[in-house]
């Protein structure tokens, strides 16, 4: 019988395989002991990487709210299966160039400010010897989006979306939550009508509730309990740009991300006639009216208000598709 660490193994070895065929390596005309050792070698330096990545998130960049490594970066800082103590300059370089040459220039930016701090915490815990994010350029202009889709276009995604991948979609579009918070929901997160997200698994640190809509829970009954992963069973929902190009297709939207659906809620709920703090809770934002002073004492949940404000906004959604 198979012990844990041989099926974490087994398991990295796959994702290396796979994104290893997805970048066209040559491995068929590999011996295949040679390429089962190299496949079996390049998941241990995936775990020893993550070992590393988990321990920093637990301790010193666990004190620095903002710093903890969010799963885009610890999936970037994999890079091409190299050690963290192999990393250097020229990688990170093409790291970033590569998001932001995509047209992300601000998750770019969010990118170099974790990778970092983290190389930064490896210099003090002597993992490191020299820093390899050291006189980094600076990375696109910081210039943040303000794509919001409209109600033809929204109603046009929701209409295309089909499977795991269109659940998901939908419910982003009726919470305005997270894509990962969404992607990664499990079964036990739902409590109710309501999902509880743990402080581990927000982009702030902080518990966060979202309050479900009828719409909804009428998407999330209509799902089948494949596993603990609400949309997909066994696992997150992952391949998002094959399948959002596929979307894209589908419904005739373009030139719009996942992230804008946060933006379009915002928006809509601002339409509707809710107040900042209530749009700012709905999407568990730490910033703008509930930072500094006004966060530290004023202590309201607004779970009331933002139970309201979703569930106008839902059936609003529902009229449209």
């Not at 844990?4 to 990295?12: F, M």
């Not at 997805?22 to 020893?48: F, H, I, Q, Y």
């Not at 988990?54 to 190299?82: C, F, H, M, Q, W």
């Not at 997270?178 to 927000?202: N, V």
Request: glycine share 8%; charged share 25%; with cysteine.
């Amino acid at each position: 019988m198979a012990t844990a660490t041989e099926v974490n193994l087994d398991k990295y070895c796959a994702d290396v395989a796979a994104r290893a065929k997805r970048a066209s390596m040559s491995l068929g005309t590999v011996p295949r002991t040679v390429k089962d050792n190299w496949l079996r070698r390049s998941a241990e330096l995936l775990r020893e990487n993550e070992d590393r990545i988990a321990e920093a998130n637990e301790r010193d960049l666990a004190a620095a709210p903002g710093y903890g490594l969010t799963d885009a970066a610890i999936d970037r800082l994999r890079l091409n299966s190299k050690r963290i103590d192999e990393i250097g300059k020229r990688d990170v370089i093409a790291l970033l160039d590569s998001i932001n040459d995509r047209g992300a220039p601000v998750m770019a930016r969010r990118v170099k400010a974790h990778v970092r701090r983290f190389f930064h915490w490896c210099l003090e815990r002597d993992i490191l010897k020299i820093d390899p994010t050291a006189g980094l350029p600076r990375v696109g202009n910081g210039k943040s989006r303000d794509r919001v889709l409209t109600d033809s276009e929204l109603a046009k995604v929701l209409r295309a979306c089909q499977g795991p991948y269109g659940a998901v979609v939908r419910l982003l579009a009726l919470t305005g939550a997270r894509r990962e918070e969404i992607a990664k929901l499990k079964w036990s997160e739902i409590d109710g009508d309501t999902i509880k997200l743990e402080g581990s698994r927000t982009k702030t640190g902080e518990p966060h509730t979202i309050p479900l809509s009828s719409a909804a829970q009428a998407l999330l009954n209509s799902l089948p309990h494949l596993g603990d992963f609400v949309f997909n069973g066994v696992r997150p929902v992952s391949n998002w740009s094959h399948s959002k190009n596929e979307l894209d297709a589908a419904s005739g939207v373009t030139n719009w991300r996942i992230h804008d659906l946060r933006r379009t809620v915002a928006t809509g709920l601002q339409k509707l006639g809710f107040n900042l703090q209530t749009i700012e809770a709905v999407l568990g934002h730490a910033s703008g009216s509930r930072s500094g002073v006004v966060g530290v004492y004023q202590r309201h949940s607004f779970d009331a208000e933002k139970r309201a404000a979703l569930e106008v906004w839902g059936a609003h959604v529902m009229a449209l598709s």
